[in-house]
């Protein structure tokens, strides 16, 4: 973690996840485009809703590389610039690599290629105040990309005024994911903010790569059709705003959907915030946009809104 020099110094989160998506600020504003143009994406570039009716209080995104799953994410992002601006996106994601517990980074900056990105500091402290749970650790942000590739394609939306609050979790059990996301919603209530939460996940991770192939690799019309059917299975339950259904069917199935409890804690604040109503924006496998049957990664990008 690296800090600005001066008094006045901050923290700066490091991108960590360039190969993700390009390095290259012209690159990545040009893969973005293709992402939302994609024919696994919307079809069409948004332009802010500056008046937007900001019915969107939540949604879910992949992470994946932007070759795998942008489209999908574009198809939630889409949405997000036709609903509004937010005040602030609170952005959680599971911990892939080390870390543990769930942790928020409070204050400084998240630096990608398109510029800097400010923590929103005021919410941030809200959050931590009604959780206990919840730790202000920086560290569990380092090398971990599942909200750093939320990043450019809010920037490339909302540019300065984007402000953020990002979290990483560990922990899945659903006390924890009822503690965070009514912490979310309650500091939204306490302090005004009209803000947008965003689950980072991708769905089962499929194939000898993951150590993962129930009804083997052939042929590939039947691993796509369990795929889509065990994936389709927590969409349900997400569907519903379910989050007991969520948590216990990802267990009882043993899927690898990575950012389960993500989704749970934005479930529980989802329905805090008011959503009634929840829309698959996208379902798509990485067999879709890339053609790839060695690994196979399904991913769903969706909405929850008043």
Not at 9 to 29: E, N
Request: one cysteine or more; aromatic letters at 8%; a neutral charge.
């Amino acid at each position: 973690m690296n800090k600005q020099k001066g008094k006045d110094s901050k923290p700066i989160r490091m991108p960590f996840a360039v190969g993700f998506y390009p390095g290259d600020r012209s690159d990545l504003v040009r893969t973005i485009e293709k992402c939302y143009l994609s024919k696994q994406g919307p079809g069409a570039v948004p332009k802010v809703a500056q008046k937007g009716s900001r019915k969107i209080v939540a949604g879910i995104s992949p992470h994946a590389g932007y070759v795998y799953s942008g489209p999908v994410a574009a198809s939630l992002y889409y949405r997000v610039a036709m609903d509004g601006v937010p005040e602030t996106f609170v952005l959680i994601g599971p911990i892939h690599g080390f870390g543990a517990g769930v942790g928020i980074m409070k204050r400084g900056v998240w630096r990608s290629p398109l510029g800097d990105v400010q923590i929103d500091e005021e919410f941030s402290e809200a959050i931590l105040r009604e959780a206990d749970v919840i730790a202000d650790d920086p560290s569990v942000h380092e090398g971990e990309h599942s909200l750093e590739v939320q990043l450019p394609f809010l920037q490339a939306l909302y540019g300065d005024k984007l402000r953020i609050v990002p979290i990483a979790t560990s922990l899945s059990d659903l006390d924890t994911c009822t503690e965070v996301g009514k912490a979310v919603a309650e500091a939204a209530r306490k302090t005004g903010r009209d803000i947008a939460v965003i689950a980072s996940t991708d769905m089962t991770h499929y194939g000898i790569h993951y150590g993962y192939a129930p009804v083997g690799m052939s042929p590939i019309e039947r691993v796509l059709d369990w795929i889509r059917n065990i994936d389709g299975e927590a969409i349900k339950a997400i569907t519903t705003l379910d989050e007991e259904k969520l948590l216990r069917h990802v267990r009882e199935k043993h899927m690898t959907m990575c950012g389960y409890a993500p989704v749970a804690m934005t479930i529980v604040a989802a329905k805090k915030l008011g959503a009634s109503k929840v829309e698959l924006a996208k379902y798509a496998t990485s067999y879709d946009t890339q053609g790839s049957t060695d690994a196979i990664v399904g991913y769903c990008s969706m909405t929850m809104k008043k």
